[in-house]
């Protein structure tokens, strides 16, 4: 009888295994099916963007004969390596993504993107903003310069991720902007929902993901890049290349590590950042995505009498602004 109770117990965990073996292997193939499709796709529409870029690109050179028709090849010469560049890593992306699935037998469930913030985190983080970051006016004054760049963004939502305590969704709706903020706090997302601000309460990665190409008008995000391991951030900015539709806005503002007190003093009072990002990584990070660099926005002055500071070396580490944004543009 024990012989027989054990045999049959055995036979049970096999059928388990194969039950539920069976559907994480399907779901594999399933998954490496839908990476195969993207990445023809995307080999697709490389082929046939460079076939037309050629016949242009022939066009344009027949024609460059004067300086005028000059400039212009060299701007679409430009253009044509930037996309062509993109479409390469992306194609690379999935294909290692692709050879990354694997339909052997099923082993433990891989861990989320991201993982959710404790209770203890969620309320000490808007306590840390309010002593350290400013107030919800300060806040909405800094931010009163992009709206010369919101306004040239195509019609559209505009998402803001990392949107936190809702200032510049709240600037968006003055405006006349459909704007929709991602925050993994929960207190704060409730919070603004309660205004009847429009917020979800999602991990940015995972939600860019869910998005279709091409549209938002503008994704922005405001001291959150400093906050994400590189290779996060990386993905983020290729997704944002992805998501926003031709024309579209890509701003992103964090501490100006140029400013000698915030790269010392004031950027380490966040325990959660990772490591200052001076401004010329994050302009190659955008054009390496395949973006258009726009501009660089030097913002915050410290309120200091640079005069009172002899030396011009130190006068200009001290009077930087004391947090910076790139402007990037996808090509349209």
């Avoid at 109770?5 to 998954?31: M, N, P, T, Y």
């Avoid at 800094?142 to 195509?154: M, S, V």
């Avoid at 503002?253 to 400013?259: R, V, W």
Wanted: with cysteine; aromatic share 6%.
């Amino acid at each position: 009888m024990a012989l027989v109770k054990r045999v049959l117990g055995k036979l049970r965990e096999i059928a388990d295994f194969l039950r539920h073996g069976s559907r994480r292997e399907l779901q594999a193939r399933q998954r490496l099916d839908q990476l195969e499709a993207r990445l023809n796709d995307q080999q697709r529409h490389l082929e046939d963007w460079q076939r037309q870029l050629g016949e242009l690109t022939s066009v344009t050179l027949s024609r460059a004969a004067d300086a005028d028709l000059q400039f212009v090849r060299n701007s679409l010469a430009a253009d044509i390596a930037r996309e062509s560049q993109w479409l390469r890593n992306r194609i690379s992306a999935l294909a290692h993504a692709a050879g990354s699935v694997s339909v052997s037998a099923p082993g433990p469930q891989a861990a989320p993107v991201a993982v959710a913030q404790s209770a203890l985190e969620e309320a000490f983080y808007p306590a840390l903003e309010q002593q350290f970051r400013g107030t919800l006016d300060e806040i909405r004054a800094r931010q009163l310069p992009y709206q010369p760049w919101i306004a040239g963004a195509p019609a559209g939502p505009v998402a803001d991720i990392g949107c936190g305590r809702g200032e510049w969704l709240g600037l968006l709706r003055e405006w006349g902007r459909d704007g929709v903020g991602v925050d993994l706090n929960s207190v704060l997302v409730g919070e603004l929902q309660a205004r009847g601000l429009n917020a979800v309460h999602a991990d940015a990665l995972a939600w860019l993901h869910q998005q279709a190409d091409d549209s938002l008008a503008a994704i922005t995000s405001f001291h959150v890049v400093e906050h994400l391991p590189l290779g996060v951030l990386l993905q983020l900015v290729d997704e944002a290349r992805r998501v926003l539709k031709p024309g579209g806005l890509l701003i992103l503002e964090t501490p100006n590590p140029e400013n000698l007190l915030v790269a010392t003093q004031s950027f380490w009072l966040d325990p959660t950042h990772q490591r200052p990002l001076p401004p010329g990584l994050l302009e190659f990070m955008a054009v390496h995505a395949g973006l258009r660099h726009e501009t660089t926005l030097r913002l915050s002055p410290p309120d200091l009498d640079g005069q009172a500071i002899a030396d011009p070396t130190l006068r200009g580490l001290m009077m930087q602004g004391r947090d910076y944004a790139v402007v990037a543009r996808k090509p349209g």
